[in-house]
C-alpha cells in the first residue's frame, strides 16, 4: 500500500509563508491525482487543493490566490505552497490519493501542523 508522509508545517505570523512537502513511497502515484487536506479542532477533514497526474489543479475557494499546489514525479512529491496565511488557515494538513468520493489509496498520515500566530 502506497504511504504519504506530510511535512514542511511550523508557526508562522499572519501573513506568512510556508510550503509544504507530500512524498509518496510509490512511483506509480505519479499518474494519480494527489490531494491536500486540512482538519482544524472540531471540524471535518476538508479539502483544500488537488493536483491530477497531468498537472491540472483545483482549489477550494477559500485558498485560491493564496496557495499553489504543484509536483515534483521525478521526487515523488506533492508541494503545497500557501502564501498570505491567516488564523483560518490553521490546521493540521494532511496528503492523500483519492480513490472516490470517499475513498483513498492510503491510510492517513499523522499530517503536518500549521499554526498561524503573532
Known amino acids: 500500500q502506497v504511504q504519504f508522509v506530510e511535512s514542511g508545517g511550523g508557526l508562522v505570523q499572519p501573513g506568512g509563508s510556508l510550503r509544504l512537502s507530500c512524498a509518496a513511497s510509490s512511483s506509480i502515484f505519479n499518474i494519480y491525482t494527489v490531494a491536500w487536506y486540512r482538519q482544524a479542532p472540531g471540524n471535518e477533514r476538508d479539502l483544500v487543493a488537488q493536483?491530477?497526474?497531468?498537472?491540472?489543479?483545483n482549489y477550494v475557494d477559500s485558498v485560491k490566490g493564496r496557495f499553489t499546489i504543484s509536483r515534483d514525479n521525478a521526487k515523488n512529491t506533492v508541494y503545497l505552497q500557501m502564501d498570505s496565511l491567516g488564523p483560518e488557515d490553521a490546521a493540521v494538513y494532511y496528503c492523500?490519493?483519492?480513490?472516490?468520493?470517499?475513498?483513498?489509496?492510503?491510510?492517513w498520515g499523522q499530517g503536518t501542523q500549521v499554526t498561524v500566530s503573532s
Open positions: 493536483i491530477t497526474g497531468g498537472g491540472a489543479t
Open positions: 492523500n490519493a483519492p480513490r472516490g468520493p470517499t475513498s483513498f489509496f492510503s491510510d
